[in-house]
């Protein structure tokens, strides 16, 4: 019950939030004299080239953990991790300052019921695959024959056993979806949907509206207002700007589910690509240019532009295959099997009574006997199995009238057990491969790309917003015990240029089972062509802006690095202080572990600054403000 167990936090926490120690701060913040040292700096402007990268952070909350990607406009991934639940998103501290727009997505049809003034839970939440069966006779009364809604898993079945309790106040309640509710504690706007997560309340895509069946009922009220995925709903709370270190013109965007965000992390743009999400449950959608919806056998079809994204979602799935095995186990036994074998074994893997495709039986049993002596052939088996009702799927949206599937991607946990690929390629006939991203949250960072793009009236770009006068602040090198560095990586000494490595961060750490790790933050050092990673400053220039800090005597800002060194909680208040200051006298205090040179140069690259003045043990931090080199420029431009 993950989403019952997020609801007992009492402040969830989407991101990590450094305890605010370790520090000293003080005086107040002082502007800059900016027109002496910038004329060199340009600002984006249309498709011109900036000194800084914007950034698009996409996040999934599935069934057993969160995930976050951050891209850039070219869709190139910059930063990501998970965690299990209870999570919080240990972002680097100087990729938030970065993040240009925020989307998300959650399971499909888990349903919450708010108050829509105070937002406060009304009740416990519907999961993703409970059941409604009492309120089934009634939404099969007022809407049309096998209609998506016709489900007792759908939310509008849900919305309908909730509203027959007759709860007082019930007309002043609000329904949301998992990934509505996040995104509403990221911009406050209670009431807001997509049209995916809508899907199975009944809102209809392609007339973009909720059917007149529909708004006839009582409970209509409670429906939230439909957008598009990926649709500007309004800026980040300033209170989780201020808190976490995001900027503040990031937006936040409309969602999706969690299938349609695999789907589009996928890039299966012609019909007849399918896209197999293979995490806790299985999940298949097939890009086709009809639309097909049959409650009957819990198929339904999302709008994709132009086009629909027809499938379905089982009961099946990986998280079976974890009730019975371990990682280790699966990964061993896997080892063993030979995929060009077809099993004799036929299962009907489910962690409980109830199926939703390609079989719409609430009362399905699981099927797991019998169990041969051998674990290889039993997991064998069970593969197989789960790779047979994947292969029914198709052949039902085959027969409903979708396109024909001709090439299967694959997403989800169970894309990295190259197996089980080989036998579902046999079992389906057809072209079964890994798809080049195969997480949902990079789906997700693609709408709040997308949304990012709209907000600014642009449209799709593949530049980067990259110049070569500024660099992109190095993510930090982070000594919590939840972010330790497993390991570090360079380029050939023999190439290393000391102006053209930089620090970035990478979570597809590779264990030495030959499987990702995403459990800690890796710190890779990478080489980037052509472009200089520190930031460029003469001699000549660090000295004017050395003597300015000087002249500004105690009203420049000051803080200190105690005992504990270059800690989050530091790097994030020094972050936040060179945002509004630009300029930061630090202290380094004796105790401080380390060298001092090493400690300035953590300094430097945890916070994308550069030392332009030291006198002992204290040190002047310059790092330009890419909102306050924005506002320059547009002042400008209005001069101009």
């Known amino acids: 019950m993950v989403i019952l167990r997020q609801f007992q936090i009492s402040s969830f926490e989407l991101f990590q939030s450094p305890k605010q120690t370790g520090f000293y701060s003080s005086s107040r913040s002082v502007p800059l004299p900016r027109a002496r040292f910038y004329s060199d700096f340009r600002v984006m402007s249309g498709n011109k080239g900036t000194n800084f990268e914007k950034l698009y952070l996409g996040m999934d909350f599935g069934t057993s953990g969160a995930r976050f990607t951050v891209i850039d406009e070219q869709g190139e991934i910059k930063a990501q991790g998970k965690r299990e639940y209870p999570p919080f998103m240990d972002i680097p501290v100087?990729?938030?300052?970065?993040?240009?727009?925020?989307?998300?997505?959650?399971?499909?049809?888990?349903?919450?019921?708010?108050?829509?003034?105070?937002?406060?839970?009304?009740?416990?939440?519907?999961?993703?695959?409970?059941?409604?069966?009492?309120?089934?006779?009634?939404?099969?009364?007022?809407?049309?024959?096998?209609?998506?809604?016709?489900?007792?898993?759908?939310?509008?079945?849900?919305?309908?056993?909730?509203?027959?309790?007759?709860?007082?106040?019930?007309?002043?309640?609000?329904?949301?979806?998992?990934?509505?509710?996040?995104?509403?504690?990221?911009?406050?706007?209670?009431?807001?949907?997509?049209?995916?997560?809508?899907?199975?309340?009944?809102?209809?895509?392609?007339?973009?509206?909720?059917?007149?069946?529909?708004?006839?009922?009582?409970?209509?009220?409670?429906?939230?207002?439909?957008?598009?995925?990926?649709?500007?709903?309004?800026?980040?709370?300033?209170?989780?700007?201020?808190?976490?270190?995001?900027?503040?013109?990031?937006?936040?965007?409309?969602?999706?589910?969690?299938?349609?965000?695999?789907?589009?992390?996928?890039?299966?743009?012609?019909?007849?690509?399918?896209?197999?999400?293979?995490?806790?449950?299985?999940?298949?959608?097939?890009?086709?240019?009809?639309?097909?919806?049959?409650?009957?056998?819990?198929?339904?079809?999302?709008?994709?532009?132009?086009?629909?994204?027809?499938?379905?979602?089982?009961?099946?799935?990986?998280?079976?295959?974890?009730?019975?095995?371990?990682?280790?186990?699966?990964?061993?036994?896997?080892?063993?099997?030979?995929?060009?074998?077809?099993?004799?074994?036929?299962?009907?893997?489910?962690?409980?009574?109830?199926?939703?495709?390609?079989?719409?039986?609430?009362?399905?049993?699981?099927?797991?006997?019998?169990?041969?002596?051998?674990?290889?052939?039993?997991?064998?088996?069970?593969?197989?199995?789960?790779?047979?009702?994947?292969?029914?799927?198709?052949?039902?949206?085959?027969?409903?009238?979708?396109?024909?599937?001709?090439?299967?991607?694959?997403?989800?946990?169970?894309?990295?057990?190259?197996?089980?690929?080989?036998?579902?390629?046999?079992?389906?006939?057809?072209?079964?491969?890994?798809?080049?991203?195969?997480?949902?949250?990079?789906?997700?960072?693609?709408?709040?790309?997308?949304?990012?793009?709209?907000n600014s009236g642009r449209k799709s770009s593949h530049h980067a917003w990259i110049s070569s006068s500024l660099p992109l602040p190095r993510p930090y090198i982070s000594f919590s015990p939840l972010l330790v560095p497993k390991s570090f990586s360079s380029v050939d000494e023999s190439e290393q240029d000391e102006d053209n490595v930089s620090l970035v961060a990478s979570f597809n750490e590779i264990n030495d089972d030959g499987q990702e790790d995403w459990s800690d933050l890796t710190m890779v050092s990478m080489r980037e062509n052509g472009r200089s990673s520190a930031l460029e400053l003469s001699a000549k220039e660090k000295r004017k802006l050395a003597s300015y800090a000087h002249s500004l005597g105690d009203k420049l800002k000051s803080q200190l690095v105690g005992k504990s060194g270059v800690t989050d909680s530091v790097v994030l208040s020094f972050v936040e202080t060179l945002e509004k200051n630009e300029l930061l006298k630090v202290k380094i205090h004796r105790t401080c572990p380390g060298e001092l040179e090493d400690m300035i140069l953590r300094l430097e690259e945890a916070t994308g600054s550069v030392s332009v003045g030291q006198i002992a043990r204290t040190v002047i931090l310059y790092r330009p403000s890419p909102t306050k080199l924005k506002g320059d420029e547009g002042k400008k431009r209005n001069e101009e």
């Open 94 to 454: 100087t990729v938030r300052s970065l993040v240009s727009s925020i989307s998300l997505d959650g399971t499909s049809a888990t349903t919450l019921i708010l108050n829509s003034e105070s937002g406060e839970v009304l009740c416990q939440p519907y999961l993703y695959n409970q059941s409604c069966p009492d309120a089934l006779p009634e939404v099969k009364s007022i809407a049309p024959a096998n209609h998506t809604v016709c489900s007792g898993t759908s939310t509008l079945c849900k919305l309908v056993s909730w509203w027959n309790t007759e709860v007082p106040n019930r007309e002043s309640a609000v329904l949301l979806h998992q990934a509505d509710w996040l995104l509403w504690l990221l911009h406050g706007r209670l009431g807001v949907s997509d049209y995916n997560n809508a899907l199975k309340v009944g809102y209809d895509p392609e007339s973009e509206s909720y059917p007149s069946w529909l708004l006839n009922q009582p409970y209509s009220q409670l429906l939230p207002k439909v957008q598009a995925p990926g649709t500007s709903i309004g800026n980040l709370k300033e209170s989780i700007r201020m808190q976490f270190g995001f900027p503040d013109d990031c937006i936040v965007c409309t969602g999706t589910t969690d299938s349609i965000a695999a789907f589009l992390a996928a890039r299966a743009t012609e019909p007849g690509k399918a896209v197999t999400s293979l995490g806790s449950t299985l999940a298949i959608k097939l890009l086709s240019t009809k639309r097909v919806d049959d409650a009957r056998y819990g198929v339904y079809s999302h709008r994709l532009d132009d086009k629909w994204l027809v499938g379905g979602a089982s009961n099946t799935g990986g998280a079976i295959l974890r009730q019975l095995f371990s990682d280790e186990h699966l990964e061993r036994l896997s080892q063993e099997i030979n995929p060009m074998v077809a099993s004799p074994l036929d299962y009907y893997p489910l962690q409980s009574s109830g199926e939703r495709f390609p079989i719409a039986d609430p009362n399905l049993a699981p099927r797991l006997l019998p169990r041969p002596e051998s674990d290889v052939e039993y997991l064998h088996g069970i593969l197989e199995s789960i790779a047979r009702i994947e292969g029914k799927g198709y052949k039902l949206l085959k027969e409903l009238g979708a396109t024909e599937a001709e090439e299967v991607l694959t997403a989800g946990g169970g894309a990295k057990n190259d197996k089980w690929i080989k036998i579902r390629q046999r079992v389906l006939g057809l072209p079964v491969k890994k798809a080049v991203h195969t997480e949902a949250s990079y789906g997700a960072s693609l709408l709040a790309l997308k949304g990012a793009n709209q």
